[in-house]
């Protein structure tokens, strides 16, 4: 039960209080929990950081889309610039999403193995399959999101180099 007292501590500390809470309990497999959280915890104000680097870079895409659709010359380097800011926040962004699925599969691998069964009984028998599974799906979502995530940025600026597009901005009707 959450206490108006408890809404005004920090998360840290509210994770801390729930654990040991339902480490009181001895709920099986809150050891993996306990794990899941505390790297929540700490990779918090990375994922803020990211968080906030996600934001800027995408106002920077939107004030670049208005500048070039206003055919600025401007545009270009501004839209580079947000390409290569999109390509670094994006890859830590991944890489804290990473980190988060691989804590969050180790832990549910040994909840898994404190609520199954004895060795070698039917409750017990898929345990090490499943986090095997799990594991190839985080590379899986890994892989794929950083290829979709780069997509954009990469196009933008092989695009924006082109000589073609350069001339263009630089002596075009309009720009």
């Known amino acids: 039960m959450?206490?108006?007292a408890m809404t005004l501590m920090p998360m840290d500390?509210?994770?801390?209080?729930?654990?040991?809470?339902?480490?009181?309990?001895?709920?099986p497999g809150m050891e993996g929990m306990e794990g899941m959280m505390a790297?929540?915890?700490?990779?918090a104000p990375l994922s803020l950081a990211a968080c906030i680097g996600q934001t800027i870079v995408a106002i920077l895409l939107i004030?670049?889309?208005?500048?070039?659709?206003?055919r600025k010359r401007v545009a270009s380097p501004v839209l580079r610039t947000w390409a290569v800011l999109k390509i670094v926040i994006g890859l830590l962004g991944a890489w804290i999403g990473y980190k988060s699925s691989v804590a969050v599969v180790a832990s549910i691998g040994d909840i898994m193995e404190a609520t199954s069964g004895?060795?070698?009984?039917?409750?017990?028998?898929?345990v090490p399959d499943m986090a095997g599974i799990m594991n190839i799906g985080v590379i899986i979502g890994a892989v794929s999101g950083l290829i979709w995530m780069l997509l954009l940025p990469v196009f933008f600026l092989f695009w924006f180099n082109r000589s073609a597009v350069?001339?263009?901005?630089k002596h075009g009707q309009g720009w």
């Not at 500390?13 to 001895?26: G, L």
């Not at 790297?39 to 990779?43: A, D």
């Not at 004895?118 to 898929?126: E, F």
Request: charged share 15%.
């Open 63 to 70: 004030v670049g889309g208005i500048i070039l659709c206003n």
């Open 13 to 27: 500390e509210i994770v801390e209080v729930q654990i040991a809470e339902s480490a009181a309990s001895n709920v």
């Open 166 to 169: 350069k001339d263009d901005m």
């Open 39 to 43: 790297s929540m915890v700490k990779m």
């Open 2 to 4: 959450q206490s108006a």
């Open 118 to 126: 004895p060795a070698g009984s039917p409750s017990s028998s898929g």
